[in-house]
Every structure is written in C-alpha cells, then in structure tokens.
C-alpha cells in the first residue's frame, strides 16, 4: 500500500469517528429510527466512499504509470491432435508392352502348280541336279524365293521330307510372292557348272540397213539359265580400227537378222536369237574382223557371264 493511500484511510477513519458522534449527540432529535438503523445507513456511505476512492486511484494509477502496467496473456487452450491416418500415394508402374512382330499375313504358305511338267531342283539354276517334279496337275507350298523373283523355293513334290527349286516361268504361284522370304542357296558343285554353261555364235551375216552396213550374228543358249544383257565389239583385225562398240544393252537380242527386227531382253536356255552391230565408216569390204561378244544371266551385265569370240570376212 502506498503512502497516499494509508493517508485517505486515516482521513476516512476520522470521518467515521466524527460521525458516530454526530449520531450519538442527535439521536434524541430523531427518535422515529433506531441507532441500528442510522448505523447501517452510515456503514453503506463510508462503504461507497472507499470503493469510489479505490476505483479512482487504481485508474490515476494506470493511467499515471503505463510502462508499469502488466499485462498477462493466458495460454490459449492447445487442442489435442486427433490421431490421423496418412496415405501415401503408391508411385506408378508401368508394364512394358511387347514390341510388334512380323506377322505372315495369311496362315498357310502360297500354293504354288505347274503349266507344264516341271523340273525341281536342289538350286535357283537349270546347272543343278534334278531331284524331283512338280507335275501338271499337282500342288505343293512355296517357302522362299530367289533375289531375281526367277525361281520358287517349294516343299518337293515327290519328297515329302526336303525342299527343291522350280522355274518361275513353268509355274504358277497363289498370292502375293513378294512377301516371300528370299532364300540364298547352297553352292553348286563345280561338275554341275562344267556341264551346263556357255553359248554358240554361228556365220555372221551382213546387209544394208538405211545405207549402213549391219552384221548380224546368231546366238543358240547353251547354258541352263537365262541370257538377259550382253556386250558387243567389233574390231577390223587388217587396220586395228573399232568397227562397233563396246556397247552394252539390257535387251542386246533381235527375233530374227533383219532390218525390221524387234528387240528381245531374254534369251532362254536352248533357244536361239539374233544379236546385230551396225558398223561405221571404217569398215572396209574385203577386211576381216572380229566381234567379241558377252552374255550375262541378269541385267546390267550381272549374274554368270560368258564371252565368246567369232572372226568373219566385210564382203
């Protein structure tokens, strides 16, 4: 308690004394109440009196001396955290699909049959053995294919448990043979390519055509495949002149030795041709020259070649 209020309490004390002497010396004045009754009345003034004297100095205080004021900040009620269940996310997984594939479009192999009795062999060439047929009226399946699309791989007509190649212009193939696989075939025995290969050239022959000599040559196929391009040169054996060439030619073949010929890109195996060189201004009657001529079994003078060489006289 500070001094000040230890002072209005004794100046409050003094004035509670001086009033109950006041009551004792006029009672006789008012003798309507008790002394019981003026003592309570008396006790609830001096009662107001020191709450109004408190409440102002308790408000003189706070406002006389704010930085001693204190102010107390009660903990706010901290809630108890409910239990709660935590899910995670499993991280996702893929499953890798399976890569496309090849697939055959149909579910049996081509069928394959024959114009004419037909030849099945153990390779892509007439210079292979024989070992079976496929016969007029007979079917068998077609497994592969030569690159040249000239040969079919097929299961052997007459040997149920091997394979074997058929000529492609003999025969007949259901579907499409391009979706074929192609087959490489195994090496044909040297004795087989000794007994089937080569070409013949016989007498040339020589005629004006459109004023300019032209000498044509007949060709016979000896081989067992196909002749499809060819190279030809003519040289005048008396002077060493170039006469003809080198030309090369994918269709180097004629259906006959005259002017009016037309040209063929295939000779077939023991089929005979024509083959003509138009020769120039240096040919000289009387001369000899010589034609050296090569057929090749593909384009481009590719496959097998062979040359051959023929001497005749510029009559």
Known sequence: ??????????????????????????????????????????????????????????????????????????????PTPSPTTTHT????????????????????????????????????????????????????????RDSADYWWYIQNPTKDDRFCWVWSETTHVEGNPNLLPVITPSPMPEAYT????????????????????????????NSCEALESGLVQVDDMTTGKRLFGPQTSNAPFLDSDSCSASNRDRLAPGQSLSIAAPLNKHAKSGHYAKAVITLCTREGLGGQCSKNTIKFNLK
């Open 89 to 144: 996310k499993p991280a996702p997984t893929y499953t890798q699909q399976p890569s496309p594939t090849a697939v055959s479009t149909s579910t049996a192999p081509p069928e394959i049959w024959a114009d004419v009795n037909t030849n099945c062999r153990l390779g892509p060439s007439r210079r292979y053995k024989v070992d079976g047929y496929l016969l007029v009226g007979t079917t068998s399946n077609v497994y592969g």
């Open 194 to 221: 000794k007994q089937c290969w080569g070409f013949s050239l016989s007498k040339a022959r020589i005629q004006e055509c459109g004023g300019k000599p032209v000498v044509f040559f007949r060709v016979h196929n």
């Open 1 to 78: 308690m500070t001094d000040r209020e230890l002072s209005y309490l004794v100046i409050l004390g003094a004035i509670i004394c001086a009033l109950l002497l006041l009551i004792s010396a006029c009672s006789q004045f008012f003798p309507s109440k008790s002394v019981v009754e003026i003592q309570a009345e008396i006790n609830t003034a001096v009662a107001a009196t020191v709450v109004s004297h408190l409440s102002e100095t308790k408000l003189a205080a706070t406002a006389t001396s704010p930085s001693t004021a204190q102010i107390t900040i009660l903990p706010s009620a901290t």
